[in-house]
């Protein structure tokens, strides 16, 4: 039985966690909501086992965050704040089970902490926030076990699963990538055990009540996961690979490098070759889905951890003092990019600057405008007509932000056909009267359902950044074609 041969660097680890929750803490108000996050807050007053396209913890996360801290953008991420926090201690602690000593866990907690990806989700509440945190733990579990070959690791590997399995399904895919490694590279014992089909029962279990609703429902996010695919999927093979360099950092590829050829090449780690393994065989999976290309971000952590070491055994070198200049430079350079284009540092308008590398940071901008356009535009109604008037928004983020922010701007609740909106509320058929459209895009799918529609404003918010909602028109239509019980599944939207 293998043994990791160092304790754990636990104080300086846990510092670097409490920075970078420090950062994030500080920069959590700036910007404001994202459309994502709106979505969220949507849905945390519609608890439930499922949605359209996702399962019930983040929605459940959120809820608790801003029932604690307000519904605020800092209020909603501090959960999100701890997850990351937390997800750069268990990095710190996969270096530590390939024999990383303790200069390689801080190595790898500082990596963690810095790149793209993690400061990116570490900023929002996300399902990807939590979904790396999974990730990691069951990486960890994992490693333990191959490690180890103590089946019994299954049962923790399993109620890891479980619980990430409450949050999104993708994490079947690192799981099926690391079967599917064991498979080729061995050691295949660790899959002749009892403790196996324990675990998956285990996840099962704990993955049920959603898995019923997901069936109950059709399967939703089979459609979502289908229209993803079918409409980004060709961008999305295009991007994989530079987009794999770009939103963990360019300046951690030697890294995540080294840690591969140390995993595949030791000898010490021949029980850790799946590990290497299972990152190209996740690749494949995600290009052959069509997939995003960050599904396969959280194994490259899991490779930087690995080539932490390496990385220390190369300072101690004669030239150790020049090879140490290189290692810190490239950290600060990539702490430096990965703060710029993924953190709201910059002033909202510069925010173009980094829209095209990342353009979340758009999607946190102009909400409030949106809604205040919205409310000039609404207001144009006669007040006679207005209680038989219908306000409808094309997405789930101008869903979200008009039940935000509406009420304060007399508007009344607004209804739309896109994700799990569409099944938390329906006009009624006394609502005969003027209906407002927002659309990113003016469409014959919507305005075909209404008659007399002419364009009333636009959407422009003052930082005057290029994100999607910029440029919005607002569409007021005098009535409905047909009652809205007819109209209504007509208007549905996964994607």
């Known amino acids: 039985m293998n043994r990791p041969g160092v304790g754990f660097a636990g104080r300086p680890v846990v510092g670097i966690a409490v920075l970078l929750a420090a950062v994030l803490t500080a920069l959590s108000g700036r910007y404001g909501f994202h459309r994502d996050e709106l979505y969220f807050l949507a849905a945390a007053d519609h608890l439930d ?47 530590r089970e390939f024999g990383g000593g303790r200069r390689a866990q801080v190595l790898a907690a500082t990596c963690a902490a810095v790149s793209g990806f993690l400061l990116g989700v570490g900023h929002l509440a996300s399902t990807a926030t939590y979904d790396l945190l999974a990730w990691m733990v069951i990486a960890l579990l994992a490693i333990k076990l191959l490690r180890t070959g103590d089946g019994r690791w299954w049962l923790a590997i399993g109620l890891a ?8 399904h993708l994490v079947v895919l690192p799981l099926a990538a690391l079967l599917i490694a064991v498979l080729i590279t061995g050691p295949r014992s660790v899959l002749r055990t009892w403790w196996l089909p324990a675990g998956i029962a285990v996840a099962a279990l704990i993955a049920a009540p959603n898995l019923l609703w997901q069936a109950a429902n059709d399967w939703p996010q089979l459609t979502v996961a289908s229209g993803i695919s079918e409409d980004d999927g060709t961008e999305n093979r295009i991007m994989f690979v530079p987009l794999q360099i770009l939103q963990l950092s360019p300046f951690l590829v030697p890294i995540w490098v080294a840690g ?13 070759r799946p590990v290497a393994l299972a990152y190209p065989v996740l690749c494949v999976i995600v290009l052959t889905l069509g997939g995003k290309s960050y599904y396969a971000l959280p194994l490259l952590l899991v490779l930087v951890a690995a080539g932490c070491q390496p990385v220390i055994n190369w300072l101690t070198t004669p030239r150790a003092a020049a090879r140490r200049t290189v290692l810190t430079i490239g950290l600060v350079l990539t702490a430096v990019t990965s703060a710029i284009f ?56 101008q869903a979200g932000a008009l039940s935000k922010y509406g009420p304060a701007h007399g508007l009344p609740q607004p209804y739309s056909g896109h994700m799990s909106f569409h099944d938390w509320a329906r006009p009624a058929d ?18 075909s359902h209404f008659t007399n529609c002419a364009q009333v404003g636009t959407v422009e918010n003052t930082a005057g950044a290029n994100n999607e909602e910029q440029g919005t028109a607002l569409v007021l239509c005098q009535s409905p074609t047909a009652p809205w019980s007819q109209t209504w599944p007509n208007l549905r939207r996964y994607y």
Do not use: C
Not at 161 to 168: D, H, M, P
């Open 161 to 168: 699963t479980g619980i990430a399995l409450q949050n999104k």
């Open 430 to 447: 006394t609502q005969d009267g003027p209906v407002l459209l927002v659309e990113q895009e003016r469409q014959t799918r919507y305005e």
């Open 49 to 95: 086992w499922g949605y359209v396209d996702q399962p019930p913890l983040t929605p459940l996360l959120v809820r608790i965050s801003t029932e604690l801290f307000g519904a605020t953008p800092m209020g909603i991420r501090v959960i999100s704040t701890i997850t990351s926090a937390l997800t750069v201690v268990v990095v710190a602690l996969i270096a």
């Open 260 to 272: 591969f050829l140390h995993l595949w090449r030791s000898p010490t780690l021949r029980w850790a």
């Open 342 to 397: 993924t953190l709201p540092v910059l002033p909202a308008s510069a925010v173009n600057f980094v829209i095209p590398i990342n353009q979340e940071q758009g999607e946190q901008i102009g909400w409030p405008e949106l809604t205040a356009a919205v409310a000039t535009a609404w207001h144009q109604i006669p007040e006679a007509q207005r209680p038989r008037a219908t306000l409808f928004a094309g997405n789930y983020g």
